[in-house]
């Protein structure tokens, strides 16, 4: 069920720990005035929602929910390159059979069929089955070509509010053995829907039969969870039937026929699935592994929540120089919710279902050198300090790691008579001269500093300028981040971050920024202390437990870091 909050292509995003990129700030801390977040894309592991491909001229395409439908291409599935808004213009036809639709255009599906493209997308509004799908055609997807041109077709299918038990959003067209074009779409009401098409590849032959569905509506009340009917309840019309995006495919005797079920667009509380079923006939019935019909509630679920996704979701699959690959959008963990590309390599088993591998991805961390310069958040405090998340980031990606975190070291202060060395702003003169990641990790110390003097904040306002001055000066072509202390209610910790976001804003740094509630570092919660920090009492101090469970966070910011450093 899409909502009305989809981002386009391109969407602006916060990590688990309000994660500000390069361009941006996006200070999270009590009381403290909400930024303007100015998006930088990640190129490696772009935003996007919706996904589906094609192949032309060498290039990868991907389609997705947008403005004039969101584009993106690659030649290589590893980094992406974020284009324009393919419709040429909003077509008055939506504009009069879809009340409120504004070009903001879901769910397209892409196939090339003897020399064609073909293109369908979906025009609706949250939460209401007032829909229609529409097609366009082109020649190519090249947009440099001179057979470049997106050619409107008008209305395929259109559903009517309160006369239409289904939805018509979420295409998807396969060509059969015999060459006869079938599309197949739904959400929720009474779930997927497939019809033959004409050999225009644009008029319905019959009325559509339903294929899939989440729940029976005679078992309903039993079936569906607490959550789902709350769920259900922000789209009343809709029901609690929670299913959606279908994708046909065709591998050996079957067809498969994918699809979503429960609830997308939530950010972290999605819980996204996708389940497949089979038939020897495209018109179906899709069986299930256990074979019950999908028609019936069946379906074999092959992605869901993991350690890198709360809900996986419209999926899609295609086949290039006889490797399957599985795509979709992920609501990532590391990223608070993020709606993220996923692709994985697709194998059929020796009992021809379809298994899932390794996720395709970029690794832009991979040989590169990182200096890190801090307290005792980078020291580990009491620990072996390679057991930090930097430390395990670094091992597992193959960089070179330089630590210089030093217990109880300020970036403003010179802390040598108590043992604990010059200030960061001055210390950062030892540092290796060579680096293509520079992280600050500090303030912890600083903060115990503010409001011993008239002018402590200040202090530290023109020492931290100070040291990513040196730094930038140092490391002329590396980039330069700084990652913030956890929250703590304490006077001081405030400020510091505060000012942290204030500083690196104006410096062009970008910030992780752990002070604010999403963080998943639970300060203040005495049982999550006992299980991830260096003591009950300890607020400053993860230990291998709570590395391993902050590493994915700041794994995600490094690797963005890096990403902006290979794209200079």
């Not at 990652?483 to 910790?493: A, E, L």
Request: glycine share 8%.
């Amino acid at each position: 069920m899409k909502t009305n909050l989809i981002k386009s292509l391109c969407i602006a995003t916060l990590a688990a720990c309000a994660f500000s990129t390069s361009t941006n700030t996006f200070a999270q801390g009590p009381n403290q005035q909400q930024r303007r977040f100015r998006f930088a894309p990640d190129l490696t592991n772009p935003d996007a929602h919706d996904p589906v491909m094609a192949r032309c001229d060498g290039k990868y395409y991907i389609f997705a929910t947008g403005m004039s439908i969101g584009c993106m291409t690659s030649t290589d599935m590893l980094t992406w390159t974020p284009g324009r808004g393919v419709m040429p213009e909003i077509p008055q036809w939506a504009r009069d059979s879809v009340p409120g639709y504004n070009g903001h255009t879901w769910a397209p599906d892409i196939q090339e069929y003897k020399g064609t493209w073909y293109m369908y997308y979906s025009c609706s509004t949250f939460g209401r089955n007032g829909s229609a799908i529409g097609l366009m055609t082109n020649k190519t997807l090249n947009p440099e070509s001179p057979d470049y041109k997106w050619v409107d077709q008008g209305v395929v299918v259109r559903s009517v509010q309160r006369k239409t038990n289904w939805n018509a959003i979420d295409p998807n067209m396969i060509v059969d053995e015999k060459g006869n074009p079938w599309l197949t779409w739904g959400s929720f009401w009474d779930g997927i829907q497939l019809v033959q098409l004409d050999k225009d590849f644009k008029t319905p032959k019959g009325e559509p039969k339903t294929v899939a569905r989440r729940y029976l509506r005679r078992n309903m009340a039993q079936l569906v969870s607490p959550e789902d009917q709350a769920r259900a309840a922000q789209a009343p019309d809709a029901g609690a039937n929670a299913i959606e995006a279908p994708f046909l495919i065709h591998e050996g005797k079957y067809y498969y026929l994918f699809v979503s079920w429960d609830y997308c667009c939530k950010g972290a509380n999605s819980n996204y699935k996708v389940a497949v079923g089979r038939s020897k006939k495209v018109e179906g019935p899709y069986l299930d592994k256990d074979g019950k019909d999908m028609a019936e509630g069946g379906g074999t679920i092959i992605a869901q929540r993991d350690n890198q996704f709360y809900g996986i979701g419209h999926s899609s699959a295609y086949k290039f120089d006889g490797q399957w690959y599985f795509m979709a959008h992920g609501y990532s963990v590391a990223e608070n919710g993020a709606s993220k590309l996923v692709i994985k390599k697709m194998h059929f088993d020796a009992d021809e279902w379809p298994v899932l591998d390794e996720r395709v991805q970029a690794d832009p961390l991979k040989g590169k050198t990182i200096n890190v310069i801090g307290d005792s958040y980078v020291a580990n405090h009491r620990q072996d300090p390679s057991l930090t998340w930097v430390a395990k980031v670094a091992k597992a990606h193959d960089m070179t790691y330089n630590n210089y975190g030093r217990n109880g070291a300020s970036i403003a202060y010179d802390r040598s008579a108590q043992g604990f060395g010059r200030a960061l702003a001055d210390r950062y003169t030892e540092m290796a001269p060579d680096a293509d990641i520079v992280l600050i990790v500090a303030g912890h110390n600083d903060a115990s500093m503010i409001g011993t003097s008239a002018d402590s904040l200040q202090t530290f306002r023109t020492r931290l300028e100070s040291l990513i001055t040196g730094l930038k000066q140092k490391y002329p072509n590396a980039q330069i981040g700084y990652v913030t202390p956890w929250y703590i209610d304490r006077p001081g910790f405030q400020q510091v971050v505060r000012t942290v976001n204030e500083v690196c804003m104006q410096q062009n740094i970008p910030v992780l920024d752990n002070y604010n509630d999403r963080c998943v570092i639970r300060v203040r919660d005495t049982e999550f202390r006992r299980q991830y920090f260096q003591g009950e009492n300890d607020t400053a101090h993860l230990n291998a437990a709570g590395h391993d469970l902050y590493m994915p966070v700041g794994e995600m910011f490094l690797r963005r870091m890096a990403a902006a450093l290979n794209n200079k």
